[in-house]
T-cell receptor, first 112, second 112 residues
Framework: KNEVEQSPQNLTAQEGEFITINCSYSVGISALHWLQQHPGGGIVSLFMLSSGKKKHGRLIATINIQEKHSSLHITASHPRDSAVYICAVRENYGGSQGNLIFGKGTKLSVKP | DSGVTQTPKHLITATGQRVTLRCSPRSGDLSVYWYQQSLDQGLQFLIQYYNGEERAKGNILERFSAQQFPDLHSELNLSSLELGDSALYFC???????????FGDGTRLSIL
């Protein structure tokens, strides 16, 4: 079993739809990252969070530490949001910083 | 533009060869990370440096090595290349360990 699971693997939406991507993990973590990878390959860090909720423009990320679950929401989706969204967790080794463990990504396609 | 520069963007070489990938971190960032992204494995952490010292090792093969120089740029050396080493290699940097990472555009390595 992968330590970081994302769902769905693929997602197709119509422009304007509200989108949710889920991430579940099985290890203790110090932080969770959401990354966006565009078709050209470049990776952009969207959020780093360890508790609660963060918002940036139309993107919202939430995390529930007790349930070991995070969601990434996109409101009023747009074709330019089409990308692969990757969840990554930083494992917590008894207080020391572990390395990033990545999910396999969710491929989002937003149709006009 | 993340401020992280990776060269070259593309590299085509043959099995058994040796290549060097270069990364210049964002100005002021002391920590450099190397990642490999292959089609079947997804993103995997390879190695991390902080201010010239190796801090963490992930799934890095013995044929691979890296270093961070006094000017903070880093190089990833891949030797005795195999077909399976074909992948995108990303460098990322952060101000300190555990802080948000900024990714370069990657080097696409193709082994023929």
């Amino acid at each position: 079993k992968n330590e970081v699971e994302q769902s769905p693997q693929n997602l197709t939406a119509q422009e304007g739809e509200f989108i949710t991507i889920n991430c579940s993990y099985s290890v203790g973590i110090s932080a969770l990252h959401w990354l966006q990878q565009h078709p050209g390959g470049g990776i952009v860090s969207l959020f780093m969070l360890s508790s609660g909720k963060k918002k940036h423009g139309r993107l919202i990320a939430t995390i529930n530490i007790q349930e070991k679950h995070s969601s990434l929401h996109i409101t009023a989706s747009h074709p330019r949001d089409s990308a692969v969204y990757i969840c990554a967790v930083r494992e917590n080794y008894g207080g020391s910083q572990g390395n990033l463990i990545f999910g396999k990504g969710t491929k989002l396609s937003v149709k006009p | 533009d993340s401020g992280v520069t990776q060269t070259p963007k593309h590299l085509i070489t043959a099995t058994g060869q040796r290549v060097t990938l270069r990364c210049s971190p964002r100005s002021g960032d002391l920590s450099v990370y190397w990642y490999q992204q292959s089609l079947d494995q997804g993103l995997q952490f390879l190695i991390q440096y902080y201010n010239g010292e190796e801090r963490a090792k992930g799934n890095i093969l013995e044929r691979f090595s890296a270093q961070q120089f006094p000017d903070l740029h880093s190089e990833l050396n891949l030797s005795s290349l195999e077909l399976g080493d074909s992948a995108l290699y990303f460098c990322a940097s952060s101000v300190a360990i555990g802080q948000p990472q900024h990714f370069g555009d990657g080097t696409r390595l193709s082994i023929l």
